[in-house]
């Protein structure tokens, strides 16, 4: 499920940020798509990932990420994490997804790969043990 984020970004610097104003941090996945990791052309190792936002402005924060990509300008998602201490990842894509619910903002960024830690889903899959007897 994903959670209401509010979204908002700095008049004065309309280009360099998209930054999450209230609601949880975002979730982070792991991103195992060739295009993405094909993307990862930085000079330090890092992590791509993907996270879903639900927005009044989706189409708007994906035009705002194409015209600083143009303009070979970078720009980055601003949030609180777990801790509420504020973190910064760069965005290399997005796309707006519209739903019964409203917008949703897919952001596929750059995370610092000494400050990524994964958990699996182990999931309920105790059936399948039980049908080895």
Not at 24 to 45: C, K, M, S, T, Y
Not at 55 to 77: M, Q, S
Request: aromatic share 10%; with cysteine; proline share 5%.
């Amino acid at each position: 499920m994903l959670a209401k984020f509010l979204l908002w970004y700095s008049v004065a610097t309309m280009d360099e940020k998209i930054t999450i104003i209230e609601g949880p941090p975002p979730i982070f996945e792991a991103v195992n798509d060739g295009w993405a990791l094909g993307l990862n052309e930085r000079a330090q190792l890092s992590v791509p990932a993907l996270t879903r936002l639900r927005t009044f402005n989706g189409p708007a924060l994906v035009e705002r990420c194409y015209r600083a990509w143009n303009a070979k300008a970078p720009i980055h998602l601003h949030y609180r994490n777990d801790f509420g201490v504020e973190q910064s990842a760069p965005i290399f894509a997005a796309r707006n997804v519209e739903t019964s619910d409203g917008h949703v903002l897919l952001l596929w960024v750059h995370l610092d790969s000494d400050k990524v830690e994964y958990e699996f889903d182990q999931g309920d899959d105790e059936t399948d043990e039980d049908n080895l007897e």
